[in-house]
């Protein structure tokens, strides 16, 4: 059952254009929402998030999106440059129980930048 | 300085045996976790330990014992490896239990355990 679902598995884009990628979730209890950028083997590293009380957020030339009534969202990068080839998880947050939180992943797609 | 650091990088061991993963954080952070990312990509929670007291643990096989002997380390114990266990396991820190603004998820470098 994937509560966090990316469903493009790769995407390329010509360097200098805008990447889009996008992630979509069914648990409405999510309130919390991260994107994660992954170099091979490497751990994930934070790149962005967003609040469930907010839209968008924007940070340099990183930029994501949240629908809620759709379940959706959307991690924009503008311009891509190739050194952001990686692969980006998608990871959303819910109250667990005992105090704790727990980040639900993605599967995650593999962006490749082309100079 | 290396703010999440786990050893090995690479570990090849026969089904039967008992290993042990490390995981060390330097940041200062008072919760710790335990992933795995499977053949399939997923990356699931498998512990989550806040100042060292067990605070998730989810359904994983007994064989998979998580130890934390201070704030700074949290280390995984598996017993009896299976074929299934080859997976690439992450450590993870973050200041604590919450996920917001401020207190994301540092990761480590991974650890890739192959089970033949």
């Known amino acids: 059952d994937q509560q966090v679902k990316q469903n493009s598995p790769s995407l390329s884009v010509q360097e200098g254009r805008i990447s889009i990628l996008n992630c979509d979730y069914t648990?409405?209890?999510?309130?919390?929402f991260l994107w994660y950028k992954k170099y091979p083997a490497e751990g994930p590293t934070f790149l962005i998030s967003?609040?469930?009380?907010?839209d968008k957020n924007e940070d340099g030339r990183f930029t994501v999106f949240l629908n809620k009534s759709a379940k959706h969202l959307s991690l924009h990068i503008v311009p891509s440059q190739p050194g952001d080839s990686a692969v980006y998880f998608c990871a959303a947050s819910a109250y667990s129980g005992a105090g704790s939180y727990q980040l639900t992943f993605g599967k995650g797609t593999k962006l490749s930048v082309i100079p | 300085d290396t703010a999440v650091s786990q050893t090995p990088k690479y570990l090849v061991t026969q089904m039967g045996n008992d290993k042990s993963i490390k995981c060390e954080q330097n940041l200062g952070h008072d919760t710790m976790y335990w992933y795995k990312q499977d053949s399939k990509k997923f990356l699931k929670i498998m512990f989550s330990y806040n100042n060292k007291e067990l605070i998730i643990n989810e359904t994983v096989p007994n064989r998979f014992s998580p130890k934390s002997p201070d704030k700074a380390h949290l280390n995984l114990h598996i017993n009896s490896l299976e074929l299934g266990d080859s997976a690439v396991y992450f450590c993870a820190s973050s200041q604590d239990v919450r996920v917001g603004v401020g207190n994301e998820q540092f990761f480590g470098p991974g650890t890739r355990l192959t089970v033949l």
């Open positions: 967003i609040s469930s009380i907010k």
């Open positions: 648990n409405s209890m999510f309130d919390y």
